[in-house]
Nanobody
Framework: EVQLVESGGGLVQSGGSLSVSCVAS????????LGWFRQAPGKEREAVAC????????SYPHSVKGRFTISSDNAKNTVYLQMNSLRPEDSAVYYC????????????????WGKGTLVTVSS
């Protein structure tokens, strides 16, 4: 059974930092690209960061570039998202995803998804 389990969400003040992690199981972690996405109430889901496990290349949207860093530990089947200089508009449920074509954050129906972890940034 494929599982992606996020953890580490919580409440943080504006300007602060937070790290979330996602432990994967049930598939060959090394073969997949991993990504973090978020969805705020009333808004569409958006990509936050993606990493290609085969070469370590990463992809970020302009809104988080320079503030967020994605990394993965293949030995632990875990992907991390370090978030710095957080803003209230970063508040959302953060989801971990895994997919064969996810290196540039392009999702497809066959991707695996976690249930999400809530990040709230207070002003």
């Amino acid at each position: 059974e494929v599982q992606l389990v996020e953890s580490g969400g919580g409440l943080v003040q504006s300007g602060g930092s937070l790290s979330v992690s996602c432990v994967a199981s049930g598939f060959r972690f090394d073969d997949y690209a991993l990504g973090w996405f978020r969805q705020a109430p009333g808004k569409e889901r958006e990509a936050v960061a993606c990493i290609n496990n085969s070469d370590g290349s990463t992809s970020y949207p302009h809104s988080v570039k320079g503030r967020f860093t994605i990394s993965s530990d293949n030995a632990k089947n875990t992907v991390y998202l370090q978030m710095n200089s957080l803003r209230p508009e970063d508040s959302a449920v953060y989801y971990c995803a895994a997919g064969l074509g996810l290196a540039h954050c392009y999702t497809s129906p066959g991707d695996y998804w976690g249930k999400g972890t809530l990040v709230t940034v207070s002003s």
